[in-house]
């Protein structure tokens, strides 16, 4: 039987893991199972915690493993948040353990910018912008990686829905205090969601989720911008960012993609109509294309194509870092 | 023997304390005695912790009183950072605790921005910026007061330290990743300061005093202000900033005076020259002075003249509470 293999990612909601075969011969993979969970993997004075990635997947995988009838797991892909920076334990004990548990041949630890951008546009060269709360853009032509932003809400982020959300509120705060470029239609739109502005400092700065906040403000900004020139000038610079970021990791040459990705794009024309021009105004030789999938469809299609042999994306140390047990 | 009066200033770097004597017939106060301590009043769940306040003044008062022997203090001016979003503990229990405990009077609590105010430009009608790691502008045309911004790192504080050095640190990122808006100056000032950029996230977010990290990058942002445009145009736009929340709360009529106070000024040059030039368009009316002194001075000055009779200024719930204890 064709061994199987296990696709993860994981993010700030939890892991999603799915069990799957490769298509061969170009086929699509076959999608056999899935499992998820609502606990965050926990970061700690070592980064990412390899014991708890694992104490939730080793069990997933054995329970996938009797409902799918899959008998040998040959390959694991972790698309994984914070990998960068904060993956070096990961990457010394995740295959070690997964050869040992599982019988695991290959395991291959990416990035989840690298996972959406896989998701996104497949093994092909171009520009994925993945915006959500943060913003980060990822690029590929082929032999190397390239990032742009990606440094968090006080560094940068730019553009994405924190950045968009804290623009807002200091326009409206501009307003209640009189300065130039504030919005009384944002200032409104705050005290509904927030109450008072007086108070608004007590329910932002004490929070651990800061940015999150933030970017609850984020939809406020968009509803505004049809009627308030101060909020479609944030949404306007937002989608500048994002070209910016996008242009920065894209290829020159060739007909490479771009697309975009992520919870932002929920917020509607008021951004995607500046974004398109954007991006067609800094990127004229790139096609604007429609993400095929999320960033769990990356992994997925990653475990694939790494499966079957067929896997041609470049390798990096911090973002794409694949590994194959030399005694398997 | 006339009875004496407290003037303190707390802030985050701690307690400052000033016995003086009024002065009468608009002679100075005099100033007997000072105390500092380098612990700052705690803020709980209540806001700022009035016994923490208390247990520092109380035996500070103590101490002065035999110094100086000044038997009777009949006023307390207790200036602070946090008062009014964070001050109705204080409020609540301050003055019956010093009538109690010193027989004090009249007890006034006064924002910070206002003892600032009252430091830099006594009780006259004007406009006063107080720069540090934030930014925050107060005026009163002695009717009432008036304050822009002081919002915070996240939501405001255009133009303060915090702001200054946040923008640099984009920059520099911004050339790091090969977006526009980037400075290579200050890409290379960064890695002197904080290390390979890569590591700048993990600097930065799990600190608790955040926008003190970020202001502590303002100065090479000034550094290099001479000869990267990137870096002066973040300067320019601090003090279209500052000028901004200056005019938000000068007067619009009369001959107001208008001061910049705080540790930002010592970004020198770089800093002022264009502050200058933006307050002079900002403000044409207005009559630009240096600032007479600091937050205590205020302090000490609001009490002088409530212990002589001849208190002038606006009083505010939040910003400039007087009450005097009716058995007194």
Redesign the interface.
Known sequence: MTPGFLAVDSGGSGLRVVLGTAGGDGDDPRVLGRRASREAVRTGTRGIDPGHLLGQLLPMAESLRKETGVVRIGTVVVGAAGL??LGDALRAELPGALARDLGVRTVALVADAVTAYVGALGPRTGAVVAAGTGLIATGTDLERWY???G??????D?GGGAWIG?AG??AA??AH?????GSAALLARAEERFGPV?????R??PRTD?PAV?ASFAPDVAACAAGDPVAADVLRAAARHMA??A??VCPRGGEPLVAVTGGLLKLGDALVVPLEEELAKRLPHARRTAAEGDPLHGSVRIASDLATGSFTLPGDEKMLWVTADPDG
């Not at 440094?151 to 940068?156: Q, V």
């Not at 007086?198 to 007590?202: N, V, W």
């Open positions: 960068a920076t990032r742009a932003d440094w968090g809400h006080l560094l940068g730019c804290r509120l200091e705060l501009r205090d009189g300065r130039p470029g007086a108070g608004l400092p007590g932002i700065y800061r933030l910016d970021s242009a920065a």
